[in-house]
């Protein structure tokens, strides 16, 4: 049996203080957020690989093949194995949560949202802690909510150069009803 994964992690609204959770501000002053996770979300399916593959050779060897399938832009990118894995603005997010888990198996993932892109409901940050969470899952790891939120922005800001603060991944992470203040990096 083939182990499955799946997981969900929801937007948020932005009720007052947007944009002053950007590292860029609160390395001078502190930022201050109100937001709530809402009931609109990101999915992600997870499946690692279990099977063998054929070599050119005819040798049987390990299938570490990556599949990456975007629901919402009908979008597949695949590789060989993991470090084949390029960004080229398809699915580049999915990609570097494969990198930062380090996965060395095969896996297809299926990556779906609610929300349309570009809505301002930090739907990329939510799908990158729905990709966390099924990533970790798959390769054993347990992980603290603040650990998803922080591995997500992480991934976005310094590995996509996505500039951005952290208050989307926080709460799609946690959920609820927030106030945070955010200073420094």
Do not use: C
């Amino acid at each position: 049996m083939q182990q499955m994964i799946r997981s969900r992690a929801p937007v948020r609204i932005d009720f007052a203080g947007g944009w002053t959770d950007v590292a860029l501000f609160t390395q001078e002053q502190p930022g201050a957020i109100v937001n709530a996770a809402i009931n609109v979300y990101s999915y992600v399916t997870a499946k690692k690989k279990k099977g063998k593959s054929k070599s050119e050779d005819s040798e049987t060897r390990r299938d570490n093949s990556i599949r990456i399938y975007s629901a919402d832009f009908d979008i597949y990118e695949e590789a060989a194995e993991i470090k084949e894995l390029e960004y080229n603005g398809n699915i580049d997010l999915a990609k570097a949560a494969i990198k930062r888990v380090n996965i060395n198996f095969g896996l297809e993932l299926i990556t779906r949202s609610n929300a349309p892109a570009g809505s301002g409901l930090g739907s990329s940050a939510s799908m990158g802690v729905a990709l966390i969470g099924a990533l970790a899952r798959l390769a054993g790891l347990t992980l603290l909510p603040y650990e998803y939120a922080e591995i997500a922005s992480s991934i976005e800001r310094h590995e996509l150069g996505i500039l951005g603060g952290k208050q989307d991944q926080y709460a799609s992470a946690i959920g609820g009803i927030n106030f945070m203040e955010v200073s420094g990096e």
